[in-house]
Structures are given as structure tokens and as C-alpha cells.
């Protein structure tokens, strides 16, 4: 019989390790996403300077519309997951500032050097190969170019994600559920303050740091293209 840290193991990496189906999509997307976005956003867009910009994992799009019409930048927006990238396309409409592409992180769909800036929020730990997803984000990236990575805190504590629980749209009923969750799951997956620095430093990017968000259970890699 398998234990129960091996049943949580198990768990974590078919909910976390793979792009989000259908249903997974739009729970994220209302419960979930709004409270993200509400801790992220600002961090991101404060360090993009540059355009085009390339946002992996993009989800629902929310960080990508967002981009396109406060900062008024071109956003190309990648995620793996088919409703999502609807939910993009569909929330652009016919906006040229942005575009919805289908591709995985480990395999952009796009030349060497051909983005002013990339970003991507809250979707490393989704990565099958995150090492390969970040070097495939410094690829793209022209020199100079800032790569930006926000993600959960692998390091993350129960009363960090309490606080994060209650910037989302989840029911206050849910929220302790959810708290219990996402620490057996989602901070199980995701890298270590540590371990994203070596990520952001294995891709080659220069000036390689990483932030952790005071009370709350982010982390924000940043490094420039060279």
C-alpha cells in the first residue's frame, strides 16, 4: 500500500504537472486567477520596458489584456491549454496588440531573440521540464531583453497562503479547503526561492535575482537576456 506522502506526491504532479483541463481551466480562472493577478500584476508590469512581449502561460489572459491595454504593448500570449488560449483569443477580439498561441513553454514556437520582454505567472510548476522552459524563455528574448517569472513559493507557509486565500473570488467557506490543498499540492511542486535562482541562472540570464513578496507566498525571478 502506498504511504500517504507517496498518495500527496502522486497527487501534486497529476494536478500540477501538466496543462489544466476544461473544468481545472475555469475554476482557476473565477476562484483563483483574480487573486493572482491582484499580487502579480503589478510586480510584472513594472519590469516590462520593452516591446514585443511574449506571456507563457498565459491562462485566461488577464496579465496579457492587461499589458496590451494599460502598458500598450504587443503581447503574444502561450499556454498549452486549449480553453485558455480561447478564453484569450476571445477576450482580444480583434485587438492587433495581441495574439493567442497553443504551444508549450519547453518548445517555443518562435525564432531566437525575437521578444523585447517575456514573463510568465504562476505557470512554471506546470512545466513538465521547467529547466528547459526557462532557458527556452532566455532564448527568445532579445539581449537586454528583462525574463520575468513569478511563481508560488515552494517554501511557502500555511498563514502565507491563508493571506493569499483571502485576495481570491473563492467562497469564504472554500478558502481553508483550499488553503489545505494547495499546500499538499501546489507549494509541493513549486520551486524553492533557491531553486528558481538556479533555474533563472542555468538559463544564462545576467543579474539573475529572486524576490520573495512579503506575507504572501510568491516569489519573483527576474534576469536579462544576453
Known amino acids: 500500500m502506498a504511504s500517504g506522502a507517496g498518495l500527496f506526491d502522486r497527487i501534486a504532479n497529476d494536478v500540477c504537472r501538466r496543462a489544466f483541463s476544461s473544468p481545472e481551466s475555469i475554476a482557476y480562472e ?3 486567477a483574480p487573486g493572482v493577478y491582484r499580487v502579480v500584476a503589478p510586480l510584472i508590469k513594472a519590469r516590462v520596458t520593452s516591446d514585443p512581449v511574449l506571456d507563457v502561460g498565459c491562462g485566461g489572459g488577464r496579465l496579457t489584456i492587461d499589458l496590451a491595454q494599460v502598458l500598450k504593448r504587443t503581447v503574444v500570449g502561450l499556454d498549452l491549454a486549449v480553453l485558455q488560449v480561447r478564453r484569450l483569443a ?7 496588440a495581441v495574439a493567442a498561441v497553443r504551444a508549450s513553454a519547453e518548445q517555443l514556437p518562435f525564432p531566437d531573440r525575437c521578444f523585447g520582454a517575456v514573463i510568465s505567472s504562476c505557470a512554471l510548476k506546470h512545466w513538465a521540464d521547467p529547466r528547459r522552459g526557462v532557458r527556452e524563455c532566455a532564448r527568445v ?26 485576495l481570491t473570488r473563492l467562497p469564504v467557506g472554500l478558502r481553508e479547503a483550499y488553503v489545505r490543498f494547495a499546500m499538499r ?24 535575482s529572486v524576490d520573495k513578496v512579503d506575507g504572501l507566498p510568491f516569489l519573483v525571478a527576474v534576469g536579462t537576456a544576453r
Open 90 to 96: 476571445r477576450h482580444a477580439g480583434r485587438s492587433r
Open 30 to 32: 473565477v476562484g483563483i
Open 185 to 208: 499540492t501546489v507549494v509541493e511542486v513549486a520551486p524553492s526561492r533557491d531553486g528558481l535562482l538556479e533555474l533563472v541562472r542555468d538559463a544564462e540570464l545576467a543579474g539573475p
Open 141 to 166: 528574448a532579445r539581449v537586454g531583453g528583462t525574463v520575468v517569472t513569478a511563481e508560488v513559493d515552494g517554501a511557502a507557509t500555511t498563514p502565507e497562503m491563508r493571506a493569499f486565500a483571502r
